[in-house]
């Protein structure tokens, strides 16, 4: 193993050689791509969110859960509307019924009700 | 988070090697250049966040995979030159590579016996790394001359530790045979000290 390793080294050194004699243009164009990907990195840190502290947080958070949150906001509205219209429908019923009930005949069944009739005579 | 002056650092300490690295695999310089500047620039915008010494794993896996895009770009292509030049139309495809060819005279001042076999040397070497196997070249040279440890050469390739050691050890002696059939094989093994 050791001798394996041996000899790749002696592989690399030649090798390395190979690389102190590149063409000037390679060297040119190595040169500009790493201009390139360092220009290429500053932009992408300056996309990032600026800011410390929570918010950088929060807006790093909702980047990278973007889909998700939208959705789960989505519901929540169609639940909330659901909700509220449940409950401003469901007290109009009920003022309604109230009305109704004190608008309408007593039914006959009402005057046969022994404490219905003692509490109407007393009136 | 890497900083951009680590980036640079990085990139100008592996630049070099990892074009002649590409140009091994894919044996076209102009391509070499472009797959590295596209793995550069890949690093740089998708992996800013990641501390640097991610970077030579990281970059490895992702001129692997620029390597292997580029190939199925060329596969693609070869269909569309095989259905041409069977319809008569002719392309010149230098597909034959002789090492010695591209042996670099252009350096020869002061031009000593020693320069030529210098570079007769490094030339049966590159062709010798160009004709193995893709799988043992990635790893001999990810292992050996980036330096990369087993794990870490594992993660880039995707593969077991176990694999990386079979590879590294098969390109070993596979170069070690080629060299020997060119009669450079004991000089090298000298030079390291072997006794092969």
Redesign the interface.
């Known amino acids: 193993m050791n ?13 390395d ?3 102190e ?2 063409a000037p243009e ?2 040119e ?2 040169v500009e ?2 201009r ?3 220009l ?3 932009a ?2 300056s996309q ?1 969110p600026q800011g410390g502290g929570l918010m950088a947080l929060l807006g790093s958070y909702f980047l990278q859960h973007q889909r998700s949150l939208s959705l789960a906001a989505l519901i929540a509205a169609v639940l909330f509307t659901f909700v509220v219209t449940q409950q401003l429908t469901g007290h109009g019923h009920g003022e309604h019924g109230d009305a109704f009930l004190l608008a309408s005949e007593l039914p006959p069944e009402a005057y046969l009700d022994p404490g219905f009739y003692s509490w109407l005579k007393q009136q | ?2 900083s ?1 002056q680590e ?2 650092n990085f ?2 300490q592996i ?3 990892a ?2 690295q590409t140009a091994y695999a894919v044996r076209d ?1 102009h391509a070499a ?1 472009d797959i ?2 596209d793995a ?2 890949k ?3 998708k992996y ?2 990641r501390p640097v010494e991610e970077y030579p794993m990281l970059f490895q896996r992702i001129l692997q995979n620029t390597m292997k895009d580029y190939w199925r770009r060329q596969k693609v292509r070869g269909i569309w030159t095989t259905l041409l030049s069977s319809l008569g139309v002719s392309q010149h495809d230098d597909e034959e590579h002789d090492p010695l060819e591209t042996m ?1 005279s252009d ?1 020869d001042h002061g031009n000593p016996e020693l320069q030529y076999e ?1 570079q007769e ?2 030339a049966i ?2 062709a010798a ?1 160009k004709n193995l196997p893709t799988r043992q070249r990635e790893a ?1 040279i990810m ?3 980036e330096d990369m440890d087993v794990a870490e050469t594992a993660a880039a390739m995707g593969c077991s530790e176990g694999s990386v050691k079979t590879h ?2 098969r390109a ?2 596979a ?2 045979a080629t060299l020997e059939k060119y009669g450079f094989a004991k000089e ?2 000298d ?4 006794e ?1």
């Open positions: 001798h394996e390793r041996q000899f790749a080294k002696e592989i690399v050194r030649r090798l050689e190979t690389t004699n590149l390679v060297v164009r190595l791509a790493r390139q990907a360092v290429r990195m500053a992408a840190h990032q | 988070m890497a951009t980036l640079s990139l100008a630049e070099r090697r074009f002649k310089d250049m590295v500047q550069m620039l690093l740089a915008e800013a966040a670099a350096h210098q040397t490094i070497i590159e790394i001999f292992r050996y001359w590294c050890s070993v002696h170069l070690a090298v093994l030079r390291a000290g072997g092969r």
